[in-house]
């Protein structure tokens, strides 16, 4: 299953024709410089293209007026005078003759995209597309927006393809106020949106961008707002927004298909945001969207006005559809207060509609000595910008080095079976300090894996699987963290299930984090080494993976993760996947899973498949998490908020 790209030259038609500072960052070359990047870089011959079609009168009816239909098809014989008056009726709208037969594409562009996606033609795809749409409402343009190309796509999921749920996330840094008009009512389409704000004193200045609009009548709770009242707001506050809000509502709301008001003016260097996040956030954004639905995720470009980031983050995007792995973040992780702020508030707007918020809400914030304060306006964007972006990509995505190769295991053409091992001498003298390592078959199984890991950490391979016999895993995974921190590792994340213990000789060094999830109690013996109990319930997991795991790993970042199913790990094949779904957002995706030899076939294939690219399976209407899981979280998030700040969800109060 691939991904789209619909697109059409003609969309590079309309541009302004008079004097107008407001209008004029909405250029033409918008499109072409987003596409020639993608070009440059290869991507664009990996996708499937699809010529963008007009939508039809009655699709555009699906949210629009017919009145306001007709006003926009009559300005196709206008003169520039006449265009000029019109356009001066609506707020930031700048008409050219060639309006409606671009809006009509780009309408019907995002048409295109979500019918190859439901219909299976494709996993995903983006649709590259102006004029953007999130601000136009039923009867009006707005904000450079004719007709709203997500709303009238999402109309159209549910009309022609029967979609209960939907969930719609708008990245761009200006307020959708548009989407959330057209769907406030409706409890089938969850809207998201964070903007920049600036307690209201930012353009369109409403007071229903604020966190508190929370939808209304059968909808409250499906519109989610997140104002930021700061410019400046980076990686740490986009990848906190989505682990502490968006993303455990989303998996509450369970939906079916997951539409991006994908505007890039939300990263750094653009001139209406004026924020910090780097291009390869985008690459996270979506990867953390791509669990959900099943992966059925379709972008549609909505603002992005720096030529150069716009382009980069729309490489980032595609590349994620794509499946390859996120780029590491650059900088540290660390949200600013006043995104804190704005989280809390958002959080607290939306706890009396869902339940995965509501347990956790109840908690006061400690008292610890403040974050940073907001870093200002982005002032160097281009030195940021001329990193390079694109890490060389490995020849082999995935490797499974499984000790007997199993005929049953279903993998994808380009999931390599490893066949290599490494030297015996070398195997027996890293195995020396284990009896369990003794045996035969654990050798074999060594050497397997220490090929694979050589694989990984000199980048020819990106994420990997490997077989272990069960008396022999913890011995197994403590050669693995010697060898991957000797070898080029710097920071080694290691999330191991079951009965595992930290292996007792382990350096103190803040060279590897211990992250186990089994056993009774919670408990941070150092911040390096943390313990909390296997949650009984998929709420439970989910807030453990959101609350937990996922902050402690974007805090530490390491530069390899080991995830190892240990004895007794308890953990449901949809479960792991997740886990290990997510997990590829660190380290640049360089994963290696270890597996116990006799886990069934289906499950090292789901993992392969996973740590491949593709979507884990979805996780269904989900159970809410225990009041002991609640308080084990709770407890670990007191404990450890200190030093890994991604874990805040709370600003600090500063005594
Ligand atoms: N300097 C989109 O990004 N002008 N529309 C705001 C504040 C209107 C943005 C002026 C911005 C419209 C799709
Ligand atoms: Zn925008």
Request: some cysteine; charged content about 15%; proline content about 7%.
């Amino acid at each position: 299953m691939g991904t789209a790209l619909v697109y059409h030259e003609d969309m590079t038609a309309t541009r302004l024709l008079w004097d107008d500072p407001e209008c004029e960052i909405e250029r033409p070359e918008r499109l072409t410089a987003a596409l020639d990047r993608l070009r440059q870089r290869g991507l664009e011959q990996r996708c499937l293209l699809l010529s963008a079609r007009e939508a039809s009168e009655e699709e555009l009816g699906l949210v629009h007026s017919p009145e306001y239909v007709s006003l926009v098809r009559e300005t196709q014989v206008l003169g520039k005078e006449e265009l000029q008056a019109l356009s001066g009726q609506f707020d930031a709208i700048c008409f050219h003759p060639s309006t409606f037969h671009c809006a009509r594409l780009a309408a019907g562009a995002g048409l295109q995209l979500v019918d190859a996606v439901l219909t299976g033609a494709v996993q995903n795809g983006l649709a590259l597309v102006r004029p953007p749409g999130h601000h136009s409402q039923r009867a009006a343009a707005n904000g450079f927006c004719v007709f709203n190309n997500v709303a009238i796509a999402a109309a159209h999921a549910k009309q022609k393809h029967g979609l209960h749920r939907i969930l719609v996330v708008d990245w761009d840094v200006h307020h959708g106020q548009g989407i959330q008009y057209l769907f406030e009512d409706d409890p089938s389409i969850l809207y998201f949106s964070w903007h920049r704000y600036e307690h209201g004193r930012f353009w369109p200045f409403l007071r229903e961008s604020d966190a508190d609009a929370v939808g209304r009548g059968q909808g409250l709770g499906f519109t989610v707002n997140l104002p930021w009242n700061q410019v400046g707001m980076g990686n740490a506050d986009y990848v906190a927004a989505f682990l502490h809000l968006l993303l455990p509502l989303a998996f509450e709301f369970d939906p079916e298909l997951v539409l991006v008001s994908a505007g890039f003016d939300s990263a750094i260097g653009d001139p209406e945001g004026q924020m910090q996040a780097t291009p390869e956030c985008f690459a996270h954004l979506t990867q953390l969207l791509q669990v959900l639905a099943g992966g059925r995720v379709c972008a549609m470009l909505e603002g992005g006005y720096h030529l150069e980031s716009l382009a980069e983050s729309v490489c980032m995007t595609v590349q994620t559809l794509l499946g390859d792995p996120a780029p590491p973040l650059s900088g540290s992780m660390v949200p600013c207060q006043s995104a804190l702020e704005s989280i809390q508030s958002a959080r607290a707007a939306q706890a009396p509609h869902w339940k995965s918020l509501q347990l956790q809400e109840e908690r006061p914030p400690p008292l610890l000595p403040g974050g940073p304060v907001c870093k200002g306006a982005a002032s160097a964007p281009s030195s940021l910008l001329d990193q390079p972006c694109l890490c060389p990509a490995p020849s082999v995505r995935t490797a499974v080095a499984l000790t007997a190769p199993d005929i049953t295991l279903v993998l994808p053409p380009d999931v390599i079976q490893q066949e290599g091992s490494a030297l015996r001498e070398e195997t027996e003298a890293w195995a020396r300090p284990h009896e369990s390592l003794a045996r035969e078959e654990a050798l074999a199984a060594l050497g397997k894996l220490l090929y694979l890991l050589d694989g990984m950490l000199d980048g020819q391979v990106n994420s990997g699987i490997a077989a272990t016999p069960a008396s022999a895993a913890a011995a197994t995974l403590d050669v693995a963290i010697r060898r991957g921190l000797s070898h080029g590792a710097q920071r080694l994340l290691c999330v191991a299930l079951g009965q595992l213990d930290r292996p007792p000789d382990l350096a103190h060094d803040g060279r590897s984090l211990w992250l186990n999830i089994r056993g009774k109690e919670a408990a941070a013996l150092s911040m390096f080494h943390v313990s909390t109990p296997l949650p009984a319930m998929t709420g439970g997991f989910l807030s453990c993976i959101l609350g937990l795991v996922l902050p402690l790993a974007y805090s530490f970042q390491p530069d390899l993760v080991l995830v190892a199913l240990g004895p007794g790990h308890g953990l449901q094949g949809r479960h792991a996947a997740l886990l290990a779904a997510m997990l590829r957002g660190l380290a640049g995706g360089r994963v290696l899973a270890l597996l116990e030899e006799d886990s069934t076939p289906q499950l090292a294939g789901i993992l392969a498949r996973v740590l491949n690219g593709e979507a884990p399976p979805s996780l269904g209407a989900s159970s809410v998490a225990s009041p002991e899981d609640v308080r084990a979280l709770m407890y670990l998030r007191g404990q450890l908020e200190p030093q890994w700040k991604m874990l805040q969800c709370h600003p600090h109060l500063v005594a």
